[in-house]
């Protein structure tokens, strides 16, 4: 979805390197997630944000961390790589909406690798 | 903490034939969601589903929940090249979406 940004598309790194990983999003939702796909395993939560001064861990946010810097915008960083980090990163947001639908919109991935 | 299992992982088809997907979850869920991502690409939002029993369509597409708000399946009738991807079921609980592992439907045309 042409709403939802992510830089760098691509990003090749060595192991113990700092990285940030940056969202964008102008469809103007609360609520902000990172996810993280593995091949077999499917998407898995990272952190999410409901809106600016609220931060939530995921199922798998050991070596990670985040900053909501503004309602659009939701950074992810690994403070020290490693190799099985691994993966496809996707940014998604949501609008509570009625009855708490929570539809995700993603973005199109950052594809990292640790060396 | 809540499980959501999907089933198969990967499905080859010739084309024409259907595909099912089914998903099911530990605990009973307020609503369901289904995604789909082509190779490459994001995923993107199907359905939801919210009510008992409740079923859905879209064109060749048939979604189901489950009575027990447990389990739910995705149905392609006829498959075409174009259904070619990822689906992902996922249920809302815990102020969260918890995402299947996916089923790969690839075809042969």
């Known amino acids: 979805d042409a709403d939802v940004t992510q830089t760098p598309r691509n990003r090749i790194t060595k192991t113990g390197k700092r990285i940030m990983l940056e969202c964008s999003q102008t469809k103007g939702h609360d609520r902000m997630y990172w996810y993280r796909q593995d091949p077999g395993l499917g998407l898995r939560l990272i952190y999410y944000s409901f809106d600016v001064k609220d931060i939530n861990k995921g199922e798998i946010s050991d070596g990670y961390s985040v900053s909501r810097q503004a309602q659009a915008k939701f950074s992810l960083s690994l403070e020290s790589a490693i190799p099985n980090q691994t993966a496809l990163y996707f940014c998604?947001?949501?609008?509570?909406?009625?009855?708490?639908?929570?539809?995700?919109?993603f973005g199109p991935g950052t594809r990292l690798t640790v060396l | 903490g809540q499980q959501v299992m999907q089933i198969p992982q990967y499905q080859h088809v010739q084309e024409g034939e259907d595909f099912t997907t089914y998903c099911n979850s530990s605990?009973?869920?307020?609503?369901i969601q289904w995604y789909k991502q082509r190779p490459g690409g994001h995923p993107v939002f199907l359905i939801q589903l919210v009510k008992s029993g409740e079923v859905k369509k879209q064109k060749r597409l048939t979604f189901q929940f489950g009575e027990a708000k447990k389990n739910s399946s995705l149905h392609i009738t006829a498959t075409q090249t174009t259904d070619v991807g990822t689906y992902f079921c996922a249920g809302w609980g815990a102020q969260k979406l918890v995402f299947g592992q996916g089923t790969r439907l690839t075809i042969n045309p």
């Open positions: 998604a947001t949501s609008d509570a909406g009625t009855g708490g639908t929570d539809t995700q919109y």
């Open positions: 605990t009973t869920l307020s609503n």
